[in-house]
C-alpha cells in the first residue's frame, strides 16, 4: 500500500529518538500499520543537527511552516515544544487538512480546546499519548481501555524531575537545593527547572488527563499547583516515620459539586505501590468503578520511551487515515456533544486529610489547647508524633496525622493554632491522600 508520509518538526532529543526508532523497527512498525510510514520531511532550527540524525534521505528544511503545508505530507509530528510557533504550526497543519501527533503536553493544557475544535472542522486526528507520562499508554487506557468505567479519580507521579528530586531526599536526607544540583549536574533537571519543580509541567499532564478522564474541556488556569521548593526534608523523615512517602501528585477527582485538579507534595501510604516509584520513573493510578484501582508504571521521558508513544500514535493515525471522522475515537474520549463543562472546584473545596508540624512551647497545656481547636473545626486526629525536645531546649516539634475534612476548616484552625502564643512560627501543612 502507499506508504503514508510523516513531516517531523523538531529533530532534538524526542525526534531524534522517533527518527532512530521508526527506521530500526521499520518492517516491525508496517506489518501493525497495514503500510510504510516514512519521515520525507524534517524541519528543524540546526541543519546540521538535522542532517546528522536523518541523513540524505528526508528533505530538510529551517522552515517548518514549509512542511505543514506540503501536500505530500499526510502526518505532522509537532516535536517543538512550548505555546507559540506550535500552536501556529498545529493549527496550520490542521488547517491544510493534516493529522497531528504531538507531545506537546502544555500547547494542549492551555490551546487544546481550539486546537481540537478545528480539527473536528476539519475531519482530521490530532492524537498525544507522548503528551503524559513518556511511554506509559496512560492516555489510551483513559480513553480506550477503561471505557466502560465511570471514573472516579486518578492520581500521578508524572514529572520525573521532582520524582527523582524527593527520592533522593529520602534516600540521603539532603536538603532540596543540594539535590536540585545533583540532579542537574545528572541532566535529570533543566539549567531552568522552575517548571518542573513548581509543579507546572505536572499540572499540564493532569489538565490533560483530568480532560479525558471526565469528559470536561481543559481546563489549566483553574488548576490548583503547588511545587516542592518548600519542602523541608525533615518532613520526609517524619512522614516516613509514621509510615508514609511524599511524591509530588497530580490529583483529579470527580464530585456531586464538580472536579478537584490539583497538583502539590503529598503524603502516601509507603505500602502503596505508587509510594514505592522512585526516582525518575513516572506511574498513574486511575480508578474506575467496575475496574477498581489500575496502576500504569514506566519511564515518563527520555529520547526512545517518548518516541515509542510518538510513533504509536503515528500507528493509530495511519490505521484510521481513510476512516470516516464519526467512527474514530474522540479527542476527549466523550463525543464532541457530550464534552460538559464541569467546573473546576476552588482548593478551599477539597476533602482531603492533611499533615501538620509545628514548632511549640515545650511546656504542659500545649497539647490539649492545639487539639481544642482541631475538635472545634471538626477535625479528628490520626495520628501524632511528640518530639521529646533536646536537652536543655525549650521547643519541640508536633507532628499531627488529620482525618479528611474540608480545606477552608484545616485553614481556619492552622490560623487559629498558629496565633497561640506557645507556637512558633507557621505551620507545615502537606495534604494527605491514601489512594485506594
Known amino acids: 500500500m502507499k506508504a503514508i508520509n510523516v513531516g517531523l518538526l523538531g529533530i ?97 493544557a492551555v490551546h487544546g480546546n481550539e486546537i481540537f475544535a ?128 511524599i511524591k509530588l501528585l497530580g490529583i483529579s477527582r470527580m464530585r456531586p459539586e464538580g472536579i478537584e485538579l490539583r497538583v502539590h507534595p503529598t503524603l502516601i501510604p509507603a505500602k502503596r505501590l505508587i509510594a514505592n516509584v522512585e526516582g525518575a520513573m513516572n506511574a498513574v493510578v486511575v480508578y474506575g468503578d467496575a475496574v477498581g484501582a489500575t496502576l500504569y508504571y514506566g519511564k515518563g521521558a527520555g529520547a526512545e520511551p517518548t518516541a515509542s508513544a510518538v510513533i504509536a500514535d503515528l500507528v493509530d493515525v495511519t490505521r484510521l487515515h481513510t476512516a470516516d471522522p464519526e467512527h474514530r475515537v474522540p479527542h476527549l474520549a466523550f463525543q464532541p456533544d457530550q464534552v460538559r463543562d464541569l467546573k473546576v472546584l476552588p482548593i478551599d473545596e477539597v476533602i482531603t486529610s492533611y499533615y501538620l508540624r509545628m514548632r511549640v512551647e515545650d511546656r504542659p497545656g500545649v497539647l490539649a489547647d492545639i487539639t481544642r481547636i482541631l475538635a472545634d473545626s471538626g477535625i479528628s486526629i490520626e495520628a501524632m508524633i511528640q518530639k521529646e525536645a533536646p536537652e536543655g531546649a525549650s521547643q519541640t516539634d508536633i507532628i499531627m496525622l488529620t482525618h479528611e475534612t474540608v480545606e477552608k476548616n484545616a485553614n481556619a484552625a492552622i490560623a487559629k493554632i498558629e496565633a497561640l502564643p506557645v507556637v512558633q512560627g507557621r505551620i507545615t501543612r502537606l495534604r494527605m491522600e491514601n489512594l485506594q
Open 12 to 108: 532534538g532529543t524526542v525526534g531524534g529518538g522517533t527518527f532512530t526508532v521508526l527506521k530500526r523497527n521499520e518492517e516491525e512498525i508496517t506489518r501493525r500499520a497495514g503500510r510504510p510510514i516514512r519521515i520525507t520531511a524534517v524541519a528543524d532550527k540546526n541543519l546540521e543537527l538535522a542532517r546528522k540524525i536523518a541523513g540524505s534521505g528526508p528533505r530538510l528544511t529551517d522552515d517548518a511552516f514549509s512542511v505543514v503545508t506540503d501536500p505530500e505530507i499526510d502526518i505532522v509530528v509537532e516535536l517543538i515544544g512550548g505555546y507559540g510557533v506550535a500552536k501556529e504550526l498545529v493549527l496550520k497543519a490542521i488547517e491544510n487538512g493534516k493529522h497531528v501527533v504531538t507531545a506537546n503536553k502544555a500547547l494542549l
Open 118 to 245: 478545528a480539527a473536528q472542522r476539519k475531519g482530521v486526528m490530532v492524537a498525544f499519548e507522548a503528551a503524559v507520562a513518556g511511554g506509559i499508554p496512560i492516555i489510551k487506557a483513559l480513553r480506550e481501555g477503561l471505557s466502560a468505567n465511570r471514573i472516579q479519580w486518578l492520581a500521578g507521579i508524572i514529572n520525573g524531575t521532582t520524582n527523582f528530586i524527593l527520592s533522593e531526599m529520602r534516600d540521603k536526607g539532603l536538603p532540596f537545593a543540594e539535590v536540585l544540583k545533583e540532579a542537574q549536574a545528572l541532566g535529570y533537571a533543566e539549567a531552568d527547572p522552575t517548571f518542573d519543580i513548581e509543579g507546572i509541567d505536572a499540572a499540564h499532564k493532569a489538565t490533560i488527563m483530568s480532560a479525558i478522564a471526565f469528559g470536561v474541556p481543559m481546563q489549566f488556569s483553574a488548576a490548583h499547583v503547588e511545587g516542592i521548593t518548600a519542602l523541608d526534608s525533615v518532613d520526609i523523615t517524619y512522614a516516613e516515620q509514621l509510615g508514609y512517602r
